[in-house]
């Protein structure tokens, strides 16, 4: 294999295909969805509640097809693989545009569900991680960065579209973008490790040096951990708590806007939200490079506490409209960048190489069945107790997630001196 060769390292290409499939799957597919509701609503006679259920459906069949993309990724042509996902993605956006009977919308919403799980949960992760040793951290917050960038510009020109051509139009419109932005990527870039175009990985040098230093759990991180010994340890317990955690607040931006009407802030409680997606896109850029310069646990470390003065400062100052409900909103929302970019790099630094993919899949599967109910929890918690108790529910997560991450390294040193 060749070290290197001139130019642009292909790694980058697969970044970039990474980030397209997430700026389209998440960005213009995910992220627009709540703008069609209401149309959709009135023109098929049924009621929100019974419309959103499509996004369980979706989610169980990102679930059951999660175990077979981990284990297929690695064998298939990738290229022919991802690009007929993308196709079959694209098209399902498209046929949302002749929906008319609610039953459409969750069969649609099963087939998206599935693409999901084979072109987005499992691709950047296992890619990103085979074609870069060096600044992998930033790679994936980049990626994880697009749903965001996507997401803020798709929904402005959606909602225009929307009130210009209405939302079959509009449906149908997004689905031949977002295959234009997949298929092409996928065809040129989808390749799944750097040693099948004689290349190493980006950075391979440094890791090579590493190695060849003895520097202290270079070899390991390298080789890792089997599946089968990391999942029966107690550092793998707590790396479960804490995706559990992350993803239960990963949604938590929507309770933002009736939390600010609850104290008094009228429509400037919806500039909460907002507030939310601009940090959150400064969080996921910041903890990706901070994790390549300091490590996994002080960029964990860095991301609860941020969140937990959030929490803190909701929790004694968020009571009434105010500097406190700005501040705490903005500061609470790390969960979302640590469960895009820091769980593949925690799983990375406490297991290693070896079985990534396994492991991985196991917390995708998590992370989806959390996320699915982290609504849901935070709905039935306002219902029970108001939005102080919201509040309070924010920063006692934002301490268990912190306590999660700091105990799953404590007891994988253990481990290590056990060996």
Not at 171 to 191: D, K, M, Q
């Amino acid at each position: 294999m060749d070290k290197k060769r001139s130019g642009i390292h292909f790694g980058w290409f697969v970044a970039l295909m990474c980030f397209l499939i997430q700026g389209a799957a998440f960005g213009i597919v995910t992220n627009t969805r709540g703008l069609f509701f209401n149309y959709m609503c009135q023109d098929m006679g049924v009621q929100l509640g019974v419309l959103t259920r499509c996004y369980l459906f979706s989610a169980f069949f990102t679930v059951i097809g999660i175990p077979a993309a981990s284990k297929l990724i690695p064998k298939v042509n990738l290229r022919l693989f991802l690009s007929f996902f993308g196709v079959l993605l694209s098209v399902c956006m498209f046929m949302y545009g002749f929906c008319t009977k609610v039953y459409h919308v969750y069969a649609l919403a099963c087939v998206q569900g599935l693409c999901s799980a084979f072109l987005v949960c499992m691709t950047t992760n296992l890619m990103i991680n085979n074609w870069f040793i060096k600044s992998k951290g930033l790679v994936l917050a980049i990626c994880g960065a697009a749903s965001s960038v996507f997401g803020a510009f798709f929904s402005i020109i959606t909602s225009k579209m929307i009130a210009a051509h209405g939302w079959r139009y509009s449906f149908r419109i997004l689905g031949i973008i977002v295959f234009f932005v997949i298929v092409p990527a996928t065809s040129a870039f989808a390749v799944f490790k750097p040693q099948l175009m004689g290349l190493h990985p980006y950075g391979w040098s440094e890791a090579v040096e590493a190695v060849e230093k003895h520097t202290a759990g270079a070899a390991e991180r390298l080789q890792g951990v089997s599946r089968k010994e990391a999942v029966r340890s107690v550092p793998f317990v707590f790396l479960l708590i804490g995706t559990i955690t992350a993803n239960l607040m990963a949604q938590v931006a929507q309770m933002f806007p009736g939390y600010g009407e609850s104290i008094g802030m009228g429509k400037a409680a919806a500039y909460l939200t907002t507030i939310a997606m601009v940090t959150s896109l400064v969080y996921k850029l910041g903890l990706g490079e901070m994790s390549d310069i300091t490590g996994v646990r002080k960029a964990m470390a860095a991301a609860c506490t941020v969140g937990c003065i959030g929490g803190l400062i909701l929790v004694l100052f968020g009571g009434t409209a105010g500097w406190g409900a700005y501040l705490g909103c903005g500061l609470v929302p790390t969960p979302m960048a640590v469960t895009l970019i820091l769980v593949p790099l925690w799983n990375m630094e406490l297991f290693g190489q070896k079985d990534y993919p396994a492991l991985m899949s196991y917390l995708q599967i998590t992370a989806y069945i959390s996320a699915s109910f982290g609504v849901t929890l935070m709905g039935t918690i306002i219902d029970l107790g108001g939005y102080a108790a919201f509040r309070v529910t924010c920063l006692v997560l934002l301490v268990i997630l912190f306590l999660s991450s700091e105990l799953s390294f404590f007891f994988r040193k253990r481990m290590k001196t056990a060996e």
